[in-house]
């Protein structure tokens, strides 16, 4: 059993005062409509040792916390808004009002990492500062000591702030200034100048409630599985075999469809995350085009759904499903929302989403379909969060009690894939025996097997 033990609970602020012309954040259109939801990462490191890759010597447990706070403060600095307070989760901006961010200092007793470890499950919910951060917070960190001197960094975000891009770009920003004293890369808060917010209702707005009992397991695709996967999605002619994304979220789709009803698959249908960032038209040569960068902080992402579909379970269909796949991507490409500034389209769009995520995720036993969420996580480069006593050994990602969400990670090479998964225990059970999904991955039963 893992028993966590809070030591102490400070407030950091920002190591400089925001100036009054940044006092408030606007949100993006985007933004708005994404729930005001705390999601959580947590990153893995062993044991710090003296060694000449690690810039920071000191490796006892205080300096390394003394350490993370004071390089936490300064970030603060660049990343003003997440010391502030929501306004209001339905409203325009952030009062950036420096009021600072909880900072939870624990300790696991009797329990090593790689035994917290093997498998990931829900008691890494004891490494964020849930309790510290609520409301009109925005971030909360906990610092948590395993027995064998690895420790964990939780980082709590409110999903409003940040996506997937976002929060990279804060953590790896924030491993800079503690290593090296500075940040290799700047935050801009310009997506609201992309898509400005408009005045509407709070009805207008999708807040997912928890109503049924929810658990998570991490499924491992090895590179040489996703190889072979890659290869059987590929059509019979000379077209590029399928990204791992594209061959993974195949499979998933077919399996996720065959689980749901016996012998014959319900329909199913996917919301895919589609990125913004430098999504402009090839044609376009405007200098002043405005483009969400890789480091502009907030949310620049799209949920497209699938048509509903049944695939056949012999995987014959998975080229047919990578197709279906990619014009899902090509048209938020070809679309040119964020060239044309069309912030018309996105909030159709997002009316859109919100009226079949009412329809088949919250009352999904009477829905037309089965309805999932995939969301790729990778090549976000995590694992170079290095805050001077090394690299992470595993990262990971929990959303709380939502249900019907797939996450792709990294895998700590680069080559493979762990796939979270959120739902029903009764689901979980069907999924997990799924012949079709066995075939090429493996429940994780240690994070730290790489």
């Not at 000449?52 to 300096?63: A, C, I, L, M, V």
């Not at 310009?190 to 509407?200: E, G, H, T």
Request: proline share 7%; charged share 20%.
């Amino acid at each position: 059993m893992m028993e966590v033990e809070e030591i102490s609970i400070d407030v950091i602020k920002p190591s400089s005062p925001t100036p009054s012309h940044l006092k408030t954040h606007q949100f993006s259109l985007i933004d708005q409509y994404i729930p005001h939801t705390h999601l959580s990462v947590p990153l893995f490191y062993s044991s710090p040792t003296n060694t000449d890759t690690n810039t920071n010597t000191n490796t006892n447990p205080q300096h390394i916390l003394t350490h993370l706070k004071t390089s936490l403060s300064k970030t603060l600095t660049l990343f003003y808004p997440l010391a502030g307070r929501l306004n209001n989760p339905h409203h325009h901006h952030i009062l950036c009002n420096d009021e600072g961010v909880e900072f939870v200092h624990a300790r696991v007793r009797n329990c090593t990492l790689s035994q917290a470890l093997a498998p990931p499950d829900h008691r890494l919910n004891q490494l964020f500062p849930k309790q510290h951060t609520t409301g009109d917070q925005l971030l909360g960190i906990q610092l948590t000591f395993f027995e064998c001197g690895g420790f964990a960094i939780g980082v709590y975000f409110s999903h409003k702030i940040f996506d997937a891009r976002s929060l990279c770009t804060f953590v790896l920003s924030w491993a800079s200034i503690a290593k090296i004293g500075e940040s290799v890369m700047h935050p801009r808060f310009d997506s609201a100048s992309i898509f400005p917010p408009i005045d509407q209702s709070e009805s207008s707005f999708f807040e997912f409630e928890a109503t049924e009992r929810v658990m998570f397991k991490v499924f491992r695709f090895e590179g040489s599985k996703i190889e072979l996967l890659k290869a059987k999605a590929k059509g019979s002619g000379d077209e590029r075999p399928p990204s791992r994304v594209m061959a993974a979220t195949a499979l998933l789709w077919t399996v996720l469809a065959a689980m749901d009803r016996g012998p014959n698959p319900r329909p199913c249908r996917l919301g895919m995350g589609v990125s913004l960032r430098g999504r402009l038209r090839t044609d376009s040569t405007d200098p002043e085009v405005p483009i969400f960068y890789e480091h502009t902080i907030g949310n620049a992402v799209l949920l497209p759904f699938t048509p509903p579909m049944a695939p056949s379970r012999d995987l014959t269909d998975l080229p047919s499903l990578v197709k279906v796949l990619d014009d899902v991507v090509r048209k938020i490409e070809e679309s040119d929302l964020v060239g044309r500034r069309d912030g018309r389209v996105v909030s159709k769009m997002m009316e859109s989403y919100i009226k079949i995520l009412v329809r088949d995720y919250v009352s999904s036993d009477e829905g037309e379909s089965g309805l999932y969420e995939i969301v790729s996580w990778l090549r976000f480069p995590f694992y170079e969060a290095d805050f001077g006593w090394g690299k992470p050994v595993w990262f990971g990602y929990l959303i709380g009690d939502l249900k019907n969400i797939i996450t792709l990670l990294e895998t700590k090479c680069g080559k493979g894939i762990d796939v979270w998964v959120w739902m029903t225990e009764e689901d979980m059970a069907r999924f997990e025996s799924m012949p079709e999904l066995l075939e090429f991955a493996t429940p994780l039963h240690n994070a730290l097997d790489h």
